[in-house]
Structure formats: structure tokens, C-alpha cells
């Protein structure tokens, strides 16, 4: 009877033992998810940033063909496509476009279902801008302000609905 008793208890001891290595091994496994999330997110960022560079890059370019040698402007010149970002938090999505030198009255702003059409009527300074946004995005409740250039356009985030159950009783 003492075996059996002492069998237990080492086997009780060694289940408390590998309890324990699993646990410490399950917060490694979590550490390692955190850092490798971070990074993620890390280089996501940085590829936004360049993205935002490049596009740029392009409006510069296309700004300077738009102008002839003289430094006249082309009768052909298209439209520019600004800058844009897209964030987006627990509660609301925000669209932010570079538009300097345009008055706020000369801005159109129009919202769709999974995108935001920006567009100018000056006749010096046109832009136009298609910016692709979340589905979760609520267009009615889309708020804009037009400082130093910058236009930002606020959206609160849809109510999640939650699946509605109910009992079901068999007769």
C-alpha cells in the first residue's frame, strides 16, 4: 500500500513538474508571437511610408511635366493624384490627402460603399483621388477638415452585430 501511495504522489509531482515546464513554455511561445507581430506591423508601416513616398515622387513628376519649357503651363495638363493614408482604429477610419494650394470650397468630397472620391474644380490646381476603405467603414457618419493642405476625412467604424440565438424547445 505505501508503493502505491508513494506512486502517486510521484506521479502527482510529476505532473505538477511538467505543468509547469508546459506553462513556461506556452508564455515563450506567446513572447516570441509578440515580437514577430511587432515586426509585422513594423514593416507594414514602413511599406506605407514608402508607398507614400513613391506616389510622391510621382505627383512631383507629374507636376513638372505638366509645365512647358518656358514655364508655361500645358493646355493638357491631367489631374494630379494626391497623397492619401488610410488608418483605421477600433472605432473610426481616417482618410488623410495632401491637397495644397486648393481652397476648401473648390474640394468634392464623395463617399461610397468601400471607397472615397476626392476631386477639385480649380482650374489651377486640379486633383483627383479614388481612396479604397474599409467595409466595416459607416459613410453616414463621415466628418472633414481642410487645414495647411491637409484634408482629413473621419468615419466612425459600423456596429458589429452580433449572431442572435434563441432556444428552441422539441415537442
Not at 468615419?155 to 440565438?165: A, I, L, N, S, V
Request: overall charge neutral; proline content about 3%; charged content about 30%.
Amino acid at each position: 500500500m505505501d508503493n502505491s501511495v508513494k506512486q502517486i504522489k510521484q506521479d502527482l509531482e510529476n505532473s505538477e513538474n511538467e505543468k509547469e515546464q508546459y506553462q513556461q513554455l506556452l508564455q515563450e511561445h506567446n513572447q516570441v508571437l509578440d515580437g514577430s507581430m511587432k515586426q509585422i506591423q513594423s514593416t507594414i508601416t514602413d511599406l506605407q511610408k514608402q508607398i507614400t513616398n513613391v506616389e510622391r515622387s510621382i505627383n512631383n513628376v507629374v507636376t513638372a511635366v505638366s509645365y512647358n519649357k518656358k514655364g508655361k503651363k500645358n493646355k493638357k495638363a491631367k489631374k494630379k493624384k494626391p497623397s492619401a493614408d488610410v488608418t483605421t482604429t477600433d472605432k473610426e477610419v481616417k482618410v488623410v490627402v495632401e491637397m495644397p494650394g486648393v481652397s476648401k470650397d473648390d474640394i468634392k468630397v464623395s463617399a461610397y460603399d468601400n471607397s472615397v472620391e476626392v476631386t477639385t474644380t480649380d482650374p489651377e490646381r486640379k486633383y483627383q483621388k479614388v481612396v479604397e476603405i474599409p467595409i466595416e467603414t459607416d459613410i453616414e457618419t463621415a466628418t472633414s477638415t481642410y487645414k495647411n493642405g491637409i484634408l482629413e476625412i473621419t468615419f466612425d467604424k459600423k456596429q458589429q452585430t452580433k449572431p442572435k440565438g434563441m432556444q428552441i424547445n422539441i415537442e
